[in-house]
T-cell receptor, first 111, second 113 residues
């Protein structure tokens, strides 16, 4: 069965640079969630989209923005990167409020 | 306040034995969902099992079962016949009316041969 696709899988950036993470949900899933998991931490909710509209917002810094496109893929844009942004970023997709299936994650390292 | 509490940072289990991972939750919503995810050392987050707040039967998925005690607000995961490949971090998570997941701190399970 098709799973959630995230790209890139690994990303190394310098401080103050920008990064764009991409997420391709499971076909026919209409909801996308973004989570950030710091080293040794549990995942923290960042933002979600339902039918291409932002549906909820969590502890997402103002330096981050995201959107969901007409083909339902989503992108998380991160600017002015800080050392503390180093983390594993997950995208999860769901059909409405049903079970969220996670992608493999993008491991971001900010130097 | 912490919505999900996992009190066991780490557990060891012998291969072929069963292990129970504890999870308690806190919510005032009437409708909510409880999930368990497995995170191996490679990092991916794998969905294991789901229990809805209105489900009267405990959920089961293969070797995974969820011991749901609503009055005690607990949703413990039982892994039967442990295998070496079960060694991983296990997260309990809750979905409330806003649909996002709140995770516990996780429990690391190490299966010994």
């Amino acid at each position: 069965a098709a799973g959630v696709i995230q790209s890139p899988r690994h990303l190394i950036k310098e401080k103050r640079e920008t990064a764009t993470l991409k997420c391709y949900p499971i076909p026919r899933h209409d909801t996308v969630y973004w989570y950030q998991q710091g080293p040794g931490q549990d995942p923290q909710f960042l933002i979600s989209f339902y039918e291409k509209m932002q549906s909820d917002k969590g502890s997402i810094p103002d330096r981050f923005s995201a959107q969901q496109f007409s083909d339902y893929h989503s992108e998380l844009n991160m600017s002015s990167l800080e050392l503390g942004d180093s983390a594993l970023y997950f995208c999860a997709s769901a059909l409405g409020s049903e079970t969220q299936y996670f992608g493999p994650g993008t491991r971001l390292l900010v130097l | 306040a912490q919505k999900i509490t996992q009190t066991q940072p780490g557990m060891f289990v012998q291969e072929k034995e069963a292990v129970t991972l504890d999870c308690t939750y806190d919510t005032s919503d009437q409708s909510y969902g409880l999930f368990w995810y497995k995170q191996p050392s490679s990092g991916e987050m794998i969905f294991l099992i789901y229990q809805g707040s209105y489900d009267e039967q405990n959920a089961t998925e293969g070797r995974y079962s969820l011991n749901f005690q609503k009055a005690r607000k607990s949703a413990n995961l039982v892994i039967s016949a442990s295998q070496l490949g079960d060694s991983a971090m296990y997260f309990c998570a809750m979905r409330e009316d806003d649909y996002k997941l709140s995770f516990g701190a996780g429990t690391t399970v190490t299966v010994r041969a």
